[in-house]
C-alpha cells in the first residue's frame, strides 16, 4: 500500500487488494487505446487526445525505467492480451468515487487488482502531474513488481518506493534540499525503522511525507555513490529470492554489512548536498 500526501513528494496510492464491489460488473463505460505496452481506458470522446499523450509517455517510461533497474525484457512482455491498463477517470470526484480512494489520493497501481482485474495503473483528469510524477511512479511500479515477480514480498516498502519516485525528476531535486536540514537536526527516520515500515505505519507512527523523502533519498544515494552495477546486483538478488539485507550485503560486498550500517554514510552524502 503507497500513500503519499504531503509537499514533499506527488500524491498517489499502491494498493494491492483494493475491493470496491460490483463495479465492474456494470457494462463497461471506457473508451479504448492501445500502444505496444498499454491500453488506455477513459470515458469522454474530447479525453482522446489526453490518453494518447498519456501512451506516448507510458512508453517513455517503460523504456527508461526497465533501464534503471537492470531490467532485460524479453520481446513480447507487456503486448497484445497482456498490455497493463491505465485507466482514466474524467475527474477526481469520479475517481474516488468508484475506487475508494480519499480526497488527496491522485492515483495508484496495482499488481493484482480484484477491482479491474489485471495490472493496471488508475488516475483521473485534470491533475498538472498526471504526465510528470503520477504515471511514471505508477508505470515503474509495474515494471519493479514485474522484474522482482508479482508474488516476491522481499522488497521492504521504502525499496519500492524510492525506485517509483526516482522517475520523477522534480521531486527528487526537492527531496534531497529538503533533507538537509531534517538531517541536521537529527529528524531522519533511523535506518533499522525504515526498514521495518509498514503501510500501516505510515497512517500511525510515522511522518508520512518523511518517509517519502528518506526513502527516495536512500535509492538515489546508493545509486549516485556505487553505482548502477551494485543497484542491478541488488535487484537481481531480490529477483533471485534473498531477503532484504541478505540481497544488500551480497550486492555491496566489501562495502557494507548491513543495510543498517549505511546510515552513516547516507547522512553524510545529504550533508555534502550543496
Known amino acids: 500500500m503507497r500513500h503519499k500526501p504531503d509537499a514533499f513528494v506527488v500524491f498517489g496510492v499502491c494498493l ?3 475491493l470496491v464491489p460490483q463495479v465492474m460488473a456494470q457494462e ?8 505496444k505496452h498499454f491500453l488506455a481506458q477513459f470515458t469522454r470522446e474530447d479525453e482522446r487526445g489526453l490518453a494518447q499523450q498519456v501512451l506516448d509517455r507510458a512508453e517513455d517510461y517503460y523504456d527508461k525505467v526497465a533501464r534503471d533497474i537492470g531490467y532485460s525484457r524479453y520481446q513480447n512482455f507487456w ?6 491498463k491505465i485507466v482514466i477517470y474524467p475527474d477526481q470526484v469520479s475517481f474516488a468515487r468508484f475506487t475508494g480512494q480519499p480526497a488527496w489520493s491522485k492515483g495508484y497501481a496495482s499488481r493484482d487488482s480484484r477491482l479491474f482485474r489485471d495490472r493496471t495503473i488508475v488516475t483521473y483528469n485534470g491533475q498538472p502531474d498526471l504526465l510528470e510524477e503520477v504515471l511514471p511512479h505508477e508505470v515503474a511500479h509495474l ?3 514485474d522484474h522482482l515477480g ?7 516498502l521504502w525499496f519500492e518506493e ?3 519516485q526516482l522517475e520523477e525528476p522534480a521531486t527528487r531535486a526537492k527531496v534531497q534540499e ?3 536540514g531534517v538531517v541536521q537536526a537529527g529528524k531522519h527516520i533511523p535506518f533499522f525503522t525504515l526498514m521495518e515500515a509498514r503501510s500501516d505505519d505510515l497512517k500511525e507512527r510515522l511522518n508520512v511525507s518523511l518517509f517519502y523523502a528518506e526513502s527516495l533519498s536512500v535509492v538515489a544515494f546508493l545509486i549516485e555513490k ?6 542491478y546486483r541488488l535487484s537481481k538478488e531480490l529477483r533471485d529470492g534473498k531477503d532484504f539485507n541478505e540481497a544488500f550485503v551480497r550486492a555491496y560486498s566489501g562495502i557494507f554489512d548491513s543495510f543498517a550500517s549505511a546510515e552513516g554514510r547516507w547522512k553524510a552524502y545529504i550533508l555534502d548536498q550543496p
Open 16 to 18: 494491492s487488494a483494493l
Open 28 to 35: 463497461n463505460p471506457f473508451r479504448e487505446l492501445t500502444s
Open 79 to 84: 503486448t497484445w492480451e497482456s498490455r497493463a
Open 143 to 145: 515494471i519493479l513488481w
Open 150 to 156: 508479482f508474488n516476491n514480498r522481499n522488497a521492504p
Open 162 to 164: 524510492g525506485v517509483a
Open 178 to 180: 529538503a533533507l538537509k
Open 226 to 231: 556505487y553505482g548502477q552495477d551494485a543497484f
